[in-house]
């Protein structure tokens, strides 16, 4: 199965975010078919709190990629802003994952 490329997602309120999972990113597991538990996050268009300390670049929150974000906190997230009213997420399961951040990074 080749990778796909999701559309951006826009939620209610006006945040927008790429949401990405494939073998080519910081994907649980890295696959080109999930379901997944951890995805790949880049680029919103405003600084949330949520998905901060995932951050690759903490100091440039719109302008980076935050890597292996749980599924649970990426719909914690959504409904945060209203929930999604455009765009597409890849198949997610909202489960158990080993990369909740760690205070020190």
Do not use: W
């Amino acid at each position: 199965m080749k990778a796909k490329q999701y559309r951006p997602v826009q939620c209610e309120d006006g945040f927008n975010i790429s949401i990405q999972a494939s073998e080519r990113n910081y994907s649980s597991p890295r696959d080109n078919e999930g379901p997944y538990i951890e995805v790949e996050l880049g680029f919103p268009n405003a600084k949330d709190e949520t998905i901060l300390p995932y951050a690759e670049d903490r100091t440039d929150p719109t302008g980076t990629v935050y890597p292996y974000v749980p599924t649970e906190v990426v719909l914690e997230m959504l409904l945060k802003h209203g929930g999604m009213v455009e765009g597409e997420v890849p198949p997610m399961i909202v489960g158990y994952s080993n990369n909740f951040p760690n205070e020190d990074r």
